[in-house]
């Protein structure tokens, strides 16, 4: 025998069945245990918690016989004749007999000639479809078909599971595994939700669900446990976050800023443009939250260009007006000072003492500008993260506003809280996320979504361009354009091209521009690895016009403002996520002429020319996220740097949308109503502090 052998019983450690190594369990072994390891398998819960990634119903398969032309049947056997055909003009036929139990049933296909080669294989498999009785015989049209591997071909009358499977461990050695150890765990399981909350929420016990997660008697019984698992999951997850928003609110203490009628209508004063209706409610929704003495925490979601920075402004005034600072942070320098010309222009006429607060100040500027922030002389800073360092002190901070929350995390969320008042804050970002995402992202946060856009914006024009002939066409476009005053962004992926072999790099881009396309006009080039003072510079002469375009990595991704610059070219559009697409072509969008956005992709496959299709389909950042979601998964539209390490292992994101919200709710509701706190909760509160106590700073006692 071999290693395997070595797990008698007296070798098992104390600890509970679920969290017995995976090497212990009789049958693994050592051996084993390390392949397991790549399923992300350590323990007996966590072979347990393998979600099947499919289901094959066995239980429900008809004969023969039993058919019916009123309803979908599904039977089960091998095919023992198959051939294609032309019928007319083209058009083929292919026909398949399989062989059943207890007799024959004959299956055809229209215009795929290329089924022929599937249907010559002699494994088992099902067709399911609505059959009709024909020339004495039964026949479907274009069954739904599922082979059967060879372990499932003694199995009838099933609901069987399949895993995703590793090298060396077959399906049959895992269905074995988790044989045994629902045997090893029977009986032991305690189940941490109250028996009221399941029954409320209709979910099976948790040992019912484990093992009717494996062994389903029923395809609704499958569905039934899965739900259960995904419903734990997100449950605690939810848990943790309304404690954490209930610790705040009951710990925390913010200024009441007060927006009487007199400021409101100061403010608006300012601009020369009536807010949309958007503007208007998340303003007055943010109006509601700053006037309590509990922080608002509050994220504001809209599209590009919807007027983010206008809504940030007026709470950012209101906050002054009342006698408080208030500070916007930037993810980089470019942004920062993006904001602060923009918000300099609107404040060109106001007496609000404000100032910029980056990295790349001098010690003395930097000495200066902290004295005065420290006597509340300061009413309005703008910066980068250097607005949270820990040589920055306010006097009475009362408003955080934080820009493309997504490139912070929630731990930088947390720095201005460690003052004995903590400001109210309010997160924006430019990146739309769908509805599900956003409730396990920000799910302590309360949500502002406005949809619309300022009046007068034309939608941009979205073109994709593989071929080098329609390549020239579209800079004879651009050329045009520029011609008649307009300005151009070039963005391309990288900066340098390691050899000529690769991809292009703006560098090489700019270059060959100059050279050829673009030869006529005056062209720039902006990148991450340039200074900071010569990114502006560039800039600045960009919208002065003394640019007509600029060759730009992402650093224009987001934030900056040139309504005159209505072209956009993308080169190697592949290599951007659909948001970021979307997000630079946001850039384009901002004036009162039309934009016009190429998206360059020669090296495009099936994949990424459906995903960038979707961005030429829809100017609808919303609809952009939720086809990225689709498309690739929520990590990467979030991109992975916030993420961090998700703490999800059953959720589906795309599939359990239904569960997220249900869990949500149901969270508030017990937080709200303190049956968290009652007797019957202590277990589920105990895992959710377990789980996620630390991570969300919450104390162990809730
Ligand atoms: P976001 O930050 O949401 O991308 P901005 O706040 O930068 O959008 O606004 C984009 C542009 O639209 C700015 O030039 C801004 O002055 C303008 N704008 C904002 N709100 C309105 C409005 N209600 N009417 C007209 N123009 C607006
Ligand atoms: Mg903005």
Redesign the pocket.
């Known amino acids: 025998m071999t290693e395997e052998h070595d797990n008698s019983t007296s070798d098992l450690p104390e600890t509970e069945p679920l969290e017995t190594p995976i090497r212990f369990l009789e049958g693994v072994g050592p051996h084993r245990a390390k392949l397991l390891k790549n399923l992300d398998v350590e323990t007996v819960r966590d072979l347990l918690w393998l979600i099947p990634r499919d289901i094959v119903d066995l239980s429900q398969l008809s004969l023969v016989n039993e058919l019916t032309d009123d309803r979908i049947h599904t039977i089960r056997g091998q095919i023992i004749d198959s051939d294609s055909r032309a019928i007319s003009r083209g058009r083929t036929m292919t026909a398949a007999v399989m062989r059943v139990d207890d007799g024959l049933v004959r299956a055809t296909w229209f215009n795929q000639p290329w089924m022929l080669r599937q249907l010559q294989s002699d494994r088992f498999l099902l067709w399911s479809a609505k059959p009709k009785f024909r020339d004495n015989r039964w026949e479907m049209s274009h069954p739904r078909m599922q082979w059967l591997e060879e372990d499932d071909e003694n199995s009838r009358g099933e609901v069987l599971t399949k895993y995703r499977l590793t090298e060396g461990i077959t399906l049959d050695i895992l269905r074995g595994y988790i044989r045994t150890a629902l045997e090893f765990v029977k009986g032991t399981l305690a189940d941490d939700l109250p028996e009221r909350l399941r029954k409320h929420y209709k979910l099976p016990h948790l040992e019912e669900a484990i093992s009717n997660l494996h062994r389903p008697p029923t395809v609704e019984d499958f569905y039934a446990a899965r739900r259960r698992l995904v419903f734990d999951e997100q449950l605690d997850f939810q848990i943790g976050m309304a404690l954490r928003r209930r610790l705040r609110q009951t710990t925390e203490r913010s200024p009441e800023i007060i927006v009487t009628p007199k400021i409101n209508a100061r403010i608006r004063r300012l601009f020369d ?4 209706d958007g ?1 208007e409610q998340a303003i007055s929704e943010i109006v509601d939250d700053l006037k309590e003495s509990r922080p608002m925490h509050r994220l504001l979601q ?1 599209d ?7 809504v940030a402004l007026y709470a950012m005034l209101a906050t002054v007006a009342a006698g408080y600072q208030a500070v916007l942070m930037a993810p980089t320098e470019l942004l920062a000072q993006q904001h602060w010309n ?1 918000i300099h222009e609107a404040l060109l006429h106001s007496r609000v003492k404000r100032c910029l607060l980056t990295g790349s100040l001098k010690p003395a500027e930097r000495r200066d500008r902290l004295a005065k922030i420290a006597t509340g002389e300061m009413q309005m800073i703008f910066g980068t993260q250097a607005v949270i360092q820990n040589d920055v002190k306010y006097h009475q901070l009362g408003l955080a506003v934080i820009d493309e929350q997504h490139k912070f995390g929630v731990v930088q969320r947390g720095r201005f809280q460690a003052r004995d008042t903590v400001p109210h804050v309010l997160v924006m970002t ?1 990146t739309p996320i769908p509805r599900s995402l956003c409730l396990t992202q920000y799910g302590d946060l309360d949500l502002s979504t406005m949809t619309d856009l ?2 007068g914006r034309q939608p941009i024009v979205t073109s994709l361009v593989q071929t080098p002939k329609v390549e020239a066409k579209a800079w004879q476009f651009v050329v045009e354009k520029l011609n008649e005053g307009r300005q151009a962004y070039i963005v391309c992926p990288y900066i340098d091209s390691p050899d000529p072999e690769a991809p292009a790099g703006a560098l090489q881009i700019f270059k060959e521009l100059q050279q050829n396309q673009l030869r006529d006009f005056q062209l720039g080039l902006i990148h991450g690895q340039m200074d900071r003072a010569e990114q502006q510079m560039v800039m600045s002469r960009f919208r002065d016009r003394q640019l007509d375009a600029i060759v730009a990595t992402t650093v224009v991704e987001v934030g900056v ?1 040139v ?1 005159n610059a209505t072209l956009m070219i993308i080169q190697d559009a592949q290599q951007f996520g659909l948001s970021q697409l979307h997000q630079l072509r ?1 850039r384009i969008g ?1 004036g009162s002429f039309r934009g016009f956005c190429f998206l360059f992709s020669k090296a495009a496959n099936e994949d990424s020319l459906q995903r960038l299709q979707a961005v030429e389909r829809s100017n609808n950042g919303f609809e952009i996220a939720e086809a990225d979601f689709a498309l690739r998964g929520p990590g990467n539209v979030l991109g992975t740097e916030q993420h961090g390490s998700q703490p999800f292992r059953v959720t589906d994101f795309s599939r359990d949308e239904k569960i997220l919200l249900e869990t949500s709710r149901a969270a508030s509701r017990m937080v709200q109503a303190g049956t968290i706190d009652e007797p019957d909760f202590a277990p589920l509160k105990r895992r959710v502090l377990e789980r996620f106590g630390d991570q969300l700073g919450l104390t162990r006692t809730g």
């Open positions: 443009f009536t807010f949309t503007q809209a590009v260009g919807a007027g983010k920075t206008v923009t430019a300022p009046p403002d309504p946001g901002r």
